[in-house]
């Protein structure tokens, strides 16, 4: 398919869920790409968010792409990926020229090692100022779908594995899913940045997101590697709509 085509495709989604690899030049080039055509054909009604950015840093992201907070301050203060200079700063800046939305949807990493401790059941003991950074409360899971099931065995960490670690990622799924339908409305388009796995084979995010609004038309985009791109593998079909498959020797930004 040819890439306008699939622009014009995805620009009538509601929800656009774009699955990188993290250190992956291709997907982050791409991603900048995907947001200038969406912005085209959507202008204002195009609302960004990521992975990247977790909720408790909503506050300080807005100040900065409200010009309250210089860029210097923000990325002082901001909890920034290593990467975020080369790979994630782009599409910052990219909504700060455009006065786009951008939402921090991602759980806040000491939340998810509670889960990972104590289980869903550790986020009952939270503040309310704390829970309002996360989904309300009790937290949608199902442990039968293979991208949780499978975290039990992966690694070949088999029974060694703590048994609310799936649960410490669906926590960053379903906080995902909650700042992503707050921030949408109907006749926007949200593109959401993030891993591959948090919305491969239409599960974690998209799971989620069907869960709380069954009729939102959801477009998935995900990253694979081969070492020959010329046709996909029998494993990297069908995990997404639309898929980027990228070269086993490309350059890592991390």
Known sequence: MKYSKMIKEI????????????????SHWLELEVTKDLFEIKGDKLVLGAEMFESDNQL???????????QKSFEAEARLWPNYKTDYKPLIEF????????????????????VNKKG??????????????IP??????DGELECYKSMLTMMGMGSYVNEN???????????MAYFILKNWSEGKLLLHYEGAY????????????KQQNPKLKIVTLT?????????LSEENTGTADYTICVVEDMTSTR
Do not use: C, M
Not at 120 to 133: C, R, W
Not at 198 to 209: D, G, P, R
């Open 11 to 26: 620009a009538d989604a509601d929800i656009v869920l774009f699955g990188e690899y993290h250190n992956n030049p291709i």
């Open 60 to 70: 300080i992201l807005d100040e900065y792409l409200d010009s309250l907070i210089s």
């Open 95 to 114: 909504a700060n020229k455009n006065r786009l939305k951008f939402v921090a949807s991602n759980v806040p990493r000491r939340y998810a090692s509670l």
């Open 120 to 133: 869903f059941e550790g986020l009952e003991e939270l503040s309310d100022e704390a829970k309002k950074l």
């Open 136 to 141: 309300p409360l009790p937290i949608r899971y």
């Open 165 to 175: 670690f799936p649960k410490a990622q669906a926590i960053k799924d379903a906080t």
């Open 198 to 209: 948090h919305s491969n084979n239409f599960e974690s995010i998209y799971w989620h997101l």
């Open 223 to 231: 990253t694979v590697s081969q070492a020959d791109v010329s046709k």
